[in-house]
């Protein structure tokens, strides 16, 4: 099989809810926009589909957080790692090139989220804007579908942190710099790597690494307090950089930094190992034998509290060595907690009468 330009995934592996065969049933979906795609070409859809909610209950007890949201589901970045792939299954698709080629949006979402926030019983609460795929993805630019979820949450006054790693977040630094004025915004920006050659492979259709690093200046001149997650840390590909890379972000204004050790839980397991064997056939098997080393001898572990930070020697080095990197680089900068007093359900969208 030939090598496929601009996708992390190189395959469409078995969805694990079909026994016989692949059936997806598209009587619920609107195929408003689409590019012709067919079966074997490399086109992206664009699906809406309608939920009836969009605030999601985070029920796993090492995330930190109570809530997430997400107006798409796939992401056309295509990160070859991500644990997100194995939710396209719960759509009838696959968790490799389905999920970067079939994306489905929500364009009820910032009702759905206006009529959640106004709710009797909802007090304001922390919520990861993307806690699953990417809300500044292509898409983004033309659905608008983030930018109105967040004239939401400004207008309520309601805290919010958000992940992506595309620099299209710097559109909507108007309603950002007003946010943060009221302590109301932490922004997560996801770099995994200084090396643009690293990025393509590992994240084909993500902003490049230079256009991440001035959105992390940008952001934090604009008084946006910025957290960068290096997630995950692949062991032979991109861990001999964590700290150059700390201090590179330090030296921008990012406030903090968190990573993950890669975890190829589910259908990843397989899409990973085939990509890696057609990426770095040298090296393969030195790849996946040290993310094995991280999870007790699996390419995955889902035991809460290791799944995110594995265990073992390679694991504990790759803490000592982000310890060490912000005791250096960012020892003495604070990041404020989010504002919750503020919240006011009862605000309106009213029109001005002049």
Known sequence: MDYIKGRGAQVNTHNRFFQHEHIVRDDFLNYCHTEN???DNNKTSYLEIFPKTIINKVTS????????????QGCEHGCIYCYARNSHEYWGYSAGLDFERKILYKANAPELLEAKLKSKNWTPQPIMFSGNTDCYQPIEKKLQITRKML?????????????????LILRDLDILQEMASMNLIHVNISITSLSEETRRVLEPRTATIQKR???????SENGIPVNVMM???????????????VKKVAELGA????????RLNGAIGQIFTDWVKKTYPERADKILHQIEDCHNGSLNNSQYGKRMKGEGKFAEQIALQFKLAK?????????LPLNFTL??????????LF
């Open 37 to 39: 795609e067919k079966s």
């Open 61 to 72: 007890p090492d995330i930190g957080l109570a809530y997430s949201m997400n107006p798409y």
């Open 151 to 167: 004239e939401v949450l400004l207008r309520l006054k309601h805290p919010i942190s958000m992940i992506t790693k595309n620099a």
């Open 213 to 219: 690093l001035e959105t992390v200046q940008i952001l």
């Open 231 to 245: 997630a995950p840390i692949i062991p032979a590909i991109n861990n001999h950089e964590i700290l150059p890379l």
């Open 255 to 262: 406030k903090s930094v968190a990573y993950t050790i890669v």
């Open 327 to 335: 005791k250096r680089y960012l020892n003495n900068v604070k990041y």
């Open 343 to 352: 919240f006011d359900k009862h605000q309106t969208n009213q029109i001005s």
